[in-house]
């Protein structure tokens, strides 16, 4: 089965194309290109395949960059609907906290910007992501690694959470090239979540948490 995978919550758009769980494509290997339909054919092309060999399409939802996450998901969306096949969603933390996990064997903490200091809080431990947490991360961590005595962390405040946690043992890694193997690799995982139109993909924003507090 072809899988198609997008990542869009990090700093770049992230395109993976496989076949099973072996990776056949990764944008990372190539020149970036914000152009999330450039990419798809040239994962196409290097690969040999069309666009109807796709069966499945992964689709990361954030929470991330609000354009950007919109971009990728209205993209998979679009494309799933002209395939006539199901979309399949994923979070962001799901993807960095299993591909950190599987390289340090430690919890992972993860943390994307958002508006007035908030940030997006993920942690990730043996395969399970807790709920995503939102809000400041000096009110929200202490209470949330309290029990913690090592763990990784990922995103743009990896330097701010080491600093705060001085006496713990804390991995910095933001080498995220890797997710689109993880993508690939643990596709048929997520594959009881696909959705099929007119049900379609939502990208989580500032909003969901909002109106939760």
Request: net charge negative; aromatic share 8%; glycine share 8%.
């Amino acid at each position: 089965m072809l899988t198609l995978g997008i990542s869009t919550a990090s700093n770049y758009f992230i395109l993976a194309l496989g076949e099973g769980d072996r990776l056949l494509f990764n944008s990372g290997d190539y020149e970036s290109d914000k152009d999330i339909g450039a990419m798809m054919m040239l994962a196409l092309e290097k690969t040999q395949h069309s666009a109807q060999d796709i069966r499945r399409i992964m689709v990361d939802i954030g929470p991330g960059g609000t354009s950007r996450v919109r971009t990728g998901v209205a993209f998979a969306n679009g494309l799933a609907f002209s395939l006539d096949i199901g979309v399949c969603p994923v979070s962001f933390f799901e993807l960095t906290g299993q591909l950190l996990w599987e390289r340090h064997r430690l919890p992972v903490v993860s943390t994307i910007n958002s508006l007035k200091g908030n940030a997006y809080i993920g942690f990730f431990d043996q395969g399970v992501l807790h709920p995503t947490r939102f809000g400041f991360i000096d009110q929200i961590l202490p209470d949330m690694l309290a029990s913690l005595d090592a763990f990784a962390v990922a995103g743009p405040h990896s330097e701010a959470i080491q600093a705060m946690f001085p006496d713990k043992k804390i991995v910095g890694d933001n080498d995220l090239a890797g997710i689109a193997q993880v993508i690939i690799e643990h596709s048929a995982e997520f594959a009881h979540r696909e959705l099929k139109f007119p049900q379609v993909a939502l990208p989580i924003t500032e909003k969901h948490f909002l109106e939760t507090i």
